[in-house]
DNA sequence: ATACGATCTACAGCGACTGTAGGTTCAAGG
DNA sequence: CCTTGAACCTACAGTCGCTGTAGATCGTAT
């Protein structure tokens, strides 16, 4: 059985030590074995989860949210009501986020390739920012 | 020459109050003038640069980051090299962004939709998050 | 046995807000 | 005018998700 130190699991996912040992304090992840000098030692699905947490972040679910998430992984064994409420939730949420990425994609777009950089034309950049009718969100409120 | 209190600011650009006085006291944007009764006041000048700043901040610019393309801005003959730059790197982490977002969407959808919750097959959650291919940054360290 | 990097705990600090308390100002209706 | 109530003011604590520091201990390679 394969074991990992916390900075093994640091590197095989991208999650900093710190922050691994902050999830842990959270309790978004179990706290895995000790050795007699009392370091952590994970096991494999210890880095799966690892990973997990660390692309759903990635995507800008807060950790309540991937809370849940998790949760849901685990549900299919137990009831899958819940389960079910938390994917659609969650789906919306998704849904939401690829629609704001998608405009922001275009603007972006629009943005790199603007005119050439070291041109001696004035950048695009600024004005494409500073376009009302580029709007991202509704703004009431 | 049309004037607006710091609530119309924020409904034309839709930055809550809060958060105007708080670029304010950032130094992102200029102190307004003030009436009488030192309740701000602000000018057209000011509306387009706190429209810039709503949009930059859309897009995931850091306040150091929009700081330096407002200086750009008042700056328009120098190279905009670096405002490209960067509206690159954005670029490219958007795309990987919604790549990741499709794949899980799609397997929040076969959950959210399972006609047999108790029996629709094991859940991919975890693993369509966990797997290593998707990665949006590079993680050394 | 020693050296030296990795790990430990505890806690302070950061970025970008957000909320609260408690008071003041402005504009509209009576 | 005067009242009323929403909008505004300052100051500061709290939030989220980390990140960094200090000082001590652990573990492994030579």
Redesign the interface.
């Known amino acids: 059985m394969k074991e990992y130190s916390i900075g093994q699991m ?2 095989r ?2 999650v ?1 030590v710190t922050t691994i040992r902050y999830y842990e304090s959270r309790g978004l992840i179990l706290s895995p074995a000790r050795t007699t000098g009392r370091q952590r030692r994970y096991d494999e699905a210890a880095l ?2 690892l ?2 947490l660390r ?2 972040r ?3 679910f807060g950790l309540d949210d991937i809370a849940d ?2 949760a ?5 064994l137990k009831d ?2 819940p ?2 409420e938390i ?2 939730k ?2 919306a949420a ?2 939401r ?2 629609k704001i ?2 405009q ?2 275009e ?3 629009r ?2 390739n ?1 005119d050439d ?2 041109h001696a034309g ?2 695009r ?2 004005e494409v ?4 009718r ?4 509704a ?3």
């Open positions: 640091s590197r996912t991208g900093k799966e989860r990973a997990f692309h759903a990635e995507l800008g998430l998790m849901l992984a685990e549900a299919p899958c009501a389960a079910h994917a659609r969650q789906l998704v849904d986020r690829m990425l998608a922001l994609r603007e972006l777009a943005m790199a603007a950089p070291g004035k950048c950049v600024i920012l500073g376009d009302h580029l709007c991202i969100g703004h009431e409120a």
